[in-house]
Each structure stands twice: as C-alpha cells, then as structure tokens.
C-alpha cells in the first residue's frame, strides 16, 4: 500500500511540475513570435504591399508589351534570407519600377527589417538567413580559399568578373562590384538569386562552397598589387587592349623619333 501511494504521489508531483512550468514557456514563446510577425505584417502593409500585393501574393500589372509582367513578385517562399539581403542593401523597398533595384541607404531598423523578415517566412517556408558559424570566413585555411576561388571562376566570374568588379548585362542591368559587400549579403545572395542572378541552392553549394566563397572574395579584396596598377581588375581584354595602345603605340612613336633624330637622317 504504502508503495503504491508513493507511486501516485509521484505521478500527481510530476503532473503538477510539468503543468506549471512547460505550457507556460510555450505560450511565451509563441507568443513573441505571433507578435513579431503581425508587427511584420503591418510594417508590410504599409511600406511593401502596394508593390507586391497586401497578401504577398504579388501585383501584376495590365499594359502593353513591356510594362507587362511583374510590378511586384509575389513574395511567397523567398524567406527571410531574401528579405534581409533586399532590405539591408537599401535595395528594398523600391523607390520606383525600375529595370534593376539600386543599393541605397536603408531607412528601415534592424528590428524592423527582422519583424518584416518573420512576416515573410511564416508565409511560406523559404530560406532562412544563414548562421554566425555559416558565415564565418574568417576561419577557412589557405586550402579552402583556393577552393573557394575555383567555385567563383566557375560559377560568378561570368557576371562579376574574376575579382568580382562588376560588369555589364543586357537591357541596362548589372552586375554589382563585390567590393565592401558584408558576407552575410554575399552569401544570402547565393541563396536567394537576386534579379538575373541564379539561385545556388545548398545542393548546388553546399554551405560549406559558399563559406570558401566568401573567403575567396574578401581575401582578394585585401590583397595589394604587387604588379603595380591595379587597372580596376577589368580583366584580360582591357588590360589587353591597355598594352596594345599605350605600350605598342609609345614603341611605334619611339622608333619613328629614333628615325628622325638618327645619324643617317642628319647627313642626309
Ligand atoms: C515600387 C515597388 C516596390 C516596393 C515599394 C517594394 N518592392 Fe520589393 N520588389 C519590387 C520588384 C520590381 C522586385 C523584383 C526586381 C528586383 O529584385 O530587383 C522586388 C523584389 C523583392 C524581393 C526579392 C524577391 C526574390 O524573389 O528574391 C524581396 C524579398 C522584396 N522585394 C521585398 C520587399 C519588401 C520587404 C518591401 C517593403 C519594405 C518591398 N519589397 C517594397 C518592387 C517593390
Ligand atoms: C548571370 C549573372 C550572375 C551570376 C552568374 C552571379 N551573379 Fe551575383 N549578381 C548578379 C546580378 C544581376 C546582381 C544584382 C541583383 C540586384 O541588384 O537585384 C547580383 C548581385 C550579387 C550580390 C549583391 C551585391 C551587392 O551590391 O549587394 C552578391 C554578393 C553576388 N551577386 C554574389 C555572387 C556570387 C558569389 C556568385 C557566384 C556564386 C554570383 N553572384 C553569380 C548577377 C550574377
């Protein structure tokens, strides 16, 4: 008797501990977050919704040929990662359509642009932004970075050239210099595939690839030029066409001035 008394008496202390202490966490919990995200919700109506619709859902607009299409994309499934990379690069929201969103001064807080953040992930799963251990760069070894350098030249170079200046694209796009661009940026813009830029997805890079990635990049960006002039790291056509020009046509000049003030030419 006395044992099974004991056993009830166990079971009515635990019921009672777990009643006390687990809902109450919960609901504090969810609570927050349901807070955060209707906060992001209104932030959103006001500042986002005329362009990409009151649900997210998008604006598409009537028109002829070019103004057709998208005012706005729907937002549904981007993520947080795509909101925090659109917003604190200035580039969200947008002033006005235009062909390309400009990096610009962001005028929205850090807690705002979370709120906005959680509004758009409870939407629809999507991207998360990356981990403090995701985007540490700092501690990739030698190897790493020459790896990281590979994966660029495969896979960036195309757009941002090999040091990642930047270059044109067609119908008055562009890819941006990387120069100065925080790597939680860099690697959010890997994972979300702003404009013409293509998404590269965990099972493309792994976040790993894309942690060498950033170091490849920020490494090269510290690194001086021991060749002398840098020449903005336009590439091998314009320094091509530098030496072709400046360095041939200075020999051509300094031959027909050797021409001229030579011996032979005096006695004639
Ligand atoms: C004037 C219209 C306009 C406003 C206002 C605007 N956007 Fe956008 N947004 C666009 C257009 C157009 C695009 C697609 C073109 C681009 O990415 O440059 C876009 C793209 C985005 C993307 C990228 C989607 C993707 O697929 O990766 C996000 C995220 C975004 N907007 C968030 C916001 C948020 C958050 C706000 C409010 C703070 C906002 N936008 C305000 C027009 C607008
Ligand atoms: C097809 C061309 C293309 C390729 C390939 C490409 N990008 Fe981009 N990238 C773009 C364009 C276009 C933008 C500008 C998007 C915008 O403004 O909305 C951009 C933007 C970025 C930005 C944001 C810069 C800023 O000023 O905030 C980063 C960082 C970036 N790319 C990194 C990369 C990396 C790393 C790779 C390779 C893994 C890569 N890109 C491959 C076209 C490309």
């Not at 009672?16 to 202490?21: D, E, I, M, P, Q």
């Not at 008055?172 to 979300?192: N, Q």
Request: charged fraction near 15%.
């Amino acid at each position: 008797m006395a044992l099974l008394a004991l056993l009830a008496l166990a079971l009515l202390l635990t019921g009672a501990a777990y009643a006390t202490v687990a809902p109450e966490t919960a609901t504090a919990e969810s609570a927050s977050s349901v807070s955060e995200v209707e906060a992001g919700r209104q932030l959103f109506v006001v500042g986002c919704a005329s362009c990409h619709g009151l649900n997210a859902q998008g604006i598409t607009t009537a028109g002829d040929e070019d103004e057709a299409g998208n005012y706005g994309p729907s937002l549904i499934g981007v993520g947080a990662a795509a909101v925090g990379f659109q917003m604190e690069t200035g580039r969200m929201p947008m002033a006005q359509t235009a062909p390309q969103a400009p990096r610009k001064h962001v005028e929205y807080t850090q807690d705002e642009i979370n709120q906005i953040a959680a509004y758009v992930a409870s939407l629809a799963p999507g991207p998360a932004r990356p981990s403090d251990e995701e985007l540490n760069w700092q501690s990739v070894d030698k190897e790493g970075i020459s790896e990281g350098g590979e994966f660029f030249r495969t896979n960036c170079t195309a757009c941002h050239n090999s040091v990642g200046a930047g270059g044109a694209l067609p119908s008055g796009r562009y890819a941006p210099t990387l120069k100065g661009v925080d790597a939680i940026h860099i690697y959010e813009a890997m994972l979300t595939g702003p404009q013409q830029m293509p998404v590269f997805s965990d099972e493309v890079l792994t976040p790993e690839d894309k942690r060498n990635i950033i170091a490849y990049v920020k490494t090269v960006q510290q690194q001086g030029n021991d060749g002398g002039l840098g020449g903005g790291g336009l590439g091998p056509v314009a320094d091509g066409l530098f030496i072709w020009l400046i360095g041939i046509g200075g020999l051509v000049g300094f031959s027909v001035w050797i021409g001229m003030h030579g011996t032979r030419s005096k006695k004639r």
